[in-house]
């Protein structure tokens, strides 16, 4: 039986995947570099500076910037973003997520959030989230970010929880690559294309339910 679920944050918990989107688009349009969804796939789960490296490669002519001048222009990412989250209320919590927790829990299971947000612990308090978990991953505290599994091996270790007795639910490329090679089972929600990896997929946070995710985790288990 499977201990703990790692949620990842954006996308997941919430759609910030999309105010990401839409602060690096801002961004990009100050810099002349357009970021449209295809790219931004390239972003999800990426941490900030990562995501600012590769607006930059797309650039017609990429530029030569220094540390600082990196700094700054993800500050001013960041600046985009925090405005856009201001306005997060617990109704943006994604459809069936409050339930499938509430069953979860019921169930047994410990319950972490394994995001690469620094804004991270602001969104889960302005979503009224904030004591819903056991453990919320400090993205200060990661050394490497998605696809590298750290963020999930965090959670584990700290829940004290063997990684093939934890379930990661990911929105991105990057996210189900973390869990997949931390050795964990994966719940993908998107596309099969871009979540290839995924153990269990479903297309949208509402098709979510723990008796189906509980079920498919034992199929997975019995075949390793
Ligand atoms: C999130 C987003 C990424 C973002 C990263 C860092 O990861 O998916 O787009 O770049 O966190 O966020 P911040 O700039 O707020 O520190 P996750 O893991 O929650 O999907
Ligand atoms: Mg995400």
Redesign the pocket.
């Known amino acids: 039986f499977p201990q703990a679920v790692i949620f990842?944050?954006?996308?997941v918990l919430t759609d910030t995947?999309e105010f990401?989107y839409l602060a690096w688009k801002q961004l990009g349009a100050e810099l002349g570099i357009e970021v449209d969804k295809a790219l931004n796939e390239q972003?999800?789960?990426?941490?900030?500076l990562q995501?600012l490296e590769r607006i930059l490669a797309a650039a017609p002519v990429p530029p030569v910037l220094t540390a600082e001048e990196m700094e700054h222009l993800a500050a001013k990412k960041?600046a985009h973003?925090t405005a856009l989250i201001a306005s997060v209320t617990p109704n943006d919590i994604l459809p069936g997520i409050a339930a499938l927790l509430q069953e979860l829990r019921a169930a047994g299971l410990k319950l972490a959030v394994?995001?690469?947000?620094?804004?991270?612990p602001f969104v889960l308090e302005r979503l009224g989230l904030d004591s819903a978990f056991d453990y919320v991953v400090d993205?200060g505290r990661i050394q490497r970010g998605?696809p590298d599994p750290e963020?999930f091996t965090n959670a584990a270790d700290h829940l004290k929880v063997p990684y093939e007795s934890c379930i990661g639910v990911e929105d991105?490329a990057a996210?189900v690559e973390a869990i997949k090679r931390a050795g964990m089972f994966a719940v993908g929600i998107g596309s099969a294309q871009t979540l290839r990896q995924a153990d269990y997929l479903v297309t949208a946070t509402e098709l979510l339910s723990a008796e189906h995710i509980l079920a498919a985790y034992s199929r997975w288990i019995d075949k390793a």
Do not use: E, I, P
């Open positions: 990842d944050l954006d996308g995947a990401h972003l999800k789960g990426v941490s900030r995501s960041n973003y394994g995001s690469a947000s620094r804004n991270a993205a998605k963020t991105a996210g």
